[in-house]
T-cell receptor
Framework: QKEVEQDPGPLSVPEGAIVSLNCTYS??????FMWYRQYSRKGPELLMY????GNKEDGRFTAQVDKSSKYISLFIRDSQPSDSATYLC????????????FGSGTRLQVQP | DAGVIQSPRHEVTEMGQEVTLRCKPI?????LFWYRQTMMRGLELLIY????????DSGMPEDRFSAKMPNASFSTLKIQPSEPRDSAVYFC?????????????FGPGTRLLVL
């Protein structure tokens, strides 16, 4: 079993829809939770990060962490065609080890 | 800032050949990471350096893979001999000392095809 599980999709939604992307994890040592966005043929770029549990909002994007359920989510409001990309969750512990453990990514397609 | 620079962007080679991938991290970043991305296995960490010193190479698949960082502005990932199963996109990323490593800046990747 992988440490981080993520539905690969693809997920196709109409423009303006609310999108929900999720990851589950098994390692209770994870403390930092990130969402990276990867456009086709590009490297991933950091979208949002959250430390420990709770919510974080940035414009149309909201990240949620539920450590009791080992479940994280990314919500995209008023989705746009430009949001079409692969979204990867990533996690790390608080041990000084800088490596990130990535989910496999969910491919999102927003139809105009 | 030019961001993380990788070369070559594409590489096609034949099985058994040596492949060298190159990376220039963002100036001032203390950490450098090498990842491999495939459809089957996703994004996997191969090795990372702190101040040019390898810290964790547990993701390096086998002895055919080696990585070096001779100075703060240059790193190489070498595969010798290459095999078809090494075909993947190889990313280099760097991050600053501050924080817990959550912000990693990725290069554009090198698409490797081993025939």
């Amino acid at each position: 079993q992988k440490e981080v599980e993520q539905d690969p999709g693809p997920l196709s939604v109409p423009e303006g829809a609310i999108v929900s992307l999720n990851c589950t994890y098994s390692n209770s040592a994870f403390q930092y939770f990130m969402w990276y966005r990867q456009y086709s043929r590009k490297g991933p770029e950091l979208l949002m990060y959250t430390y420990s549990s709770g919510n974080k909002e940035d414009g149309r994007f909201t990240a949620q962490v539920d450590k009791s359920s080992k479940y994280i989510s990314l919500f995209i409001r008023d989705s746009q065609p430009s949001d079409s990309a692969t979204y990867l969750c990533a996690m790390s512990g608080n041990t000084g080890r800088r490596a990130l453990t990535f989910g496999s990514g969910t491919r999102l397609q927003v139809q105009p | 800032d030019a961001g993380v620079i990788q070369s070559p962007r594409h590489e096609v080679t034949e099985m058994g050949q040596e492949v060298t991938l190159r990376c220039k991290p963002i100036s001032g970043h203390d950490y450098l990471f090498w990842y491999r991305q495939t459809m089957m296995r996703g994004l996997e960490l191969l090795i990372y350096f702190n101040n040019n010193v390898p810290i964790d190479d547990s993701g390096m698949p086998e002895d055919r893979f080696s990585a070096k960082m001779p100075n703060a502005s240059f790193s190489t990932l070498k595969i010798q001999p290459s095999e078809p199963r090494d075909s993947a996109v190889y990313f280099c990323a760097s991050s600053p000392r501050q924080g817990a490593g959550e912000t990693q800046y990725f290069g554009p990747g090198t698409r490797l095809l081993v025939l």
